[in-house]
Nanobody
Framework: QVQLVESGGGLVQAGGSLRLSCAVS????????SGWFRQAPGKGREFVAAIYLNGGTYYVDSVKGRFTISRDTANNTVYLQMNNLKPEDTGVYYC?????????????????WGQGTQVTVSS
């Protein structure tokens, strides 16, 4: 059982920045990847970025160069630094853990989600 608590969202103007946090607790055995996902209004949940336990990262093309995922293993916290935000970044952002990068691409592999944190980017 894994508990996930996202925070740090808010309202920001286009071009601004936000830093999201994900506090992780519970059993994380074999969940070597931490990831961020988002759900825009009227759309499905979308994989955004992931970080492996060795520090390696992956980003989808739409956020590459603007978002940075990081992890503080000592404090069981995953971060998403979002810079140069665009209106199309608007949505509810979630974090989750998985055994592989491939699993991150298939949101159906996750059995539970946190409450998420709302990010709204205005023009």
């Amino acid at each position: 059982q894994v508990q996930l608590v996202e925070s740090g969202g808010g309202l920001v103007q286009a071009g601004g920045s936000l830093r999201l946090s994900c506090a992780v607790s519970g059993r994380i055995f074999r969940n070597y990847y931490s990831g961020w996902f988002r759900q825009a209004p009227g759309k499905g949940r979308e994989f955004v970025a992931a970080i492996y336990l060795n520090g390696g990262t992956y980003y989808v093309d739409s956020v590459k160069g603007r978002f940075t995922i990081s992890r503080d293993t000592a404090n069981n916290t995953v971060y998403l630094q979002m810079n140069n935000l665009k209106p199309e970044d608007t949505g509810v952002y979630y974090c989750n853990l998985g055994p592989s990068l491939q699993a991150m691409w298939n949101t159906k592999t996750f059995r539970s989600w946190g409450q998420g944190t709302q990010v709204t980017v205005s023009s």
